[in-house]
């Protein structure tokens, strides 16, 4: 049974157009992330959560916001996605975050994403 | 954070084991060897960790060597399914549980 459900798997958005993707975990892990893979590239860590807690990657662009309004959900917003934003976007959990060292994430099987 | 170093693509028969390296030179005490894979098309999927001692479990073997600077992935009889990205990743430290991926090694493996 899937424990982390990415929907949906496919996304087609235009380009400009406010687009949002949505992660639920039955796994009750306070620790949920958000990657960024490009074409041919590894996964890249765009935020995450321990619980309510927001952390941004120094990195990410303003362009990317999130939200996880309860333990199971976490979205991804993409305020005004680009061209350069087309990727696959992928959610995962994990129990704890200093913990987490020794003990596994598990991925959603992600979100592709086309900007047209 | 550490960064790991891997072959760009390996090969192999399906049922001979495979054994896929990973240099951590700059591993410091407290980090944790962890091995992802990510079939094509899907997300990664945890494979094993470790964080001295040789590990096993259902899916590989992780064999750590004894200055922590060198690991190994060992998969006893390769399938068709195996053929996937295999990462190599070292958490801990100031990542806490963050994975930082490097760009892995492509196994593939022929029939």
């Known amino acids: 049974d899937a424990m982390v459900i990415q929907n949906p798997r496919y996304q087609v958005t235009q380009f400009g157009k406010p687009v949002t993707l949505s992660c639920s975990q039955t796994?009750?892990?306070?620790?949920m992330y958000w990657y960024q893979q490009k074409s041919s590239q590894a996964p890249k860590l765009l935020f995450h959560?321990?619980?309510?807690?927001?952390?941004n990657e120094a990195d990410t662009p303003d362009n990317f916001q999130s939200r996880r309004p309860n333990t199971s959900f976490c979205f991804l917003d993409i305020r005004s996605p680009g061209l350069g934003d087309a990727a696959m976007y992928l959610c995962?959990?994990?129990?704890?975050?200093?913990?987490?060292?020794?003990?596994?994430?598990?991925f959603g099987q992600g979100t592709r994403l086309t900007v047209v | 954070d550490a960064k790991t170093t891997q072959p760009n693509s390996m090969e192999s028969n399906e049922e001979e084991p495979v054994h896929l390296p990973c240099n951590h030179s700059?591993?410091?005490?407290?980090?944790?060897i962890h091995w992802y894979r990510q079939l094509p098309s899907q997300g990664p999927e945890y494979v094993i960790h470790?964080?001295?001692s040789n590990v096993n479990n259902r899916m590989a073997s992780l064999a750590i060597a004894e200055d922590r600077k060198s690991s190994t992935l060992i998969l006893h009889r390769a399938t068709l399914r195996d053929a996937a990205v295999y990462y190599c990743?070292?958490?801990?430290?100031?990542?806490?549980?963050?994975?930082?991926f490097g760009q892995g090694t492509i196994l593939t493996v022929h029939p």
């Open positions: 470790g964080l001295t």
């Open positions: 700059t591993i410091s005490g407290t980090d944790y």
């Open positions: 995962a959990t994990s129990r704890d975050l200093r913990g987490a060292m020794n003990t596994e994430a598990f």
């Open positions: 990743i070292l958490v801990g430290g100031t990542s806490y549980g963050k994975l930082t």
């Open positions: 796994l009750n892990h306070n620790v």
């Open positions: 959560y321990y619980d309510k807690d927001f952390n």
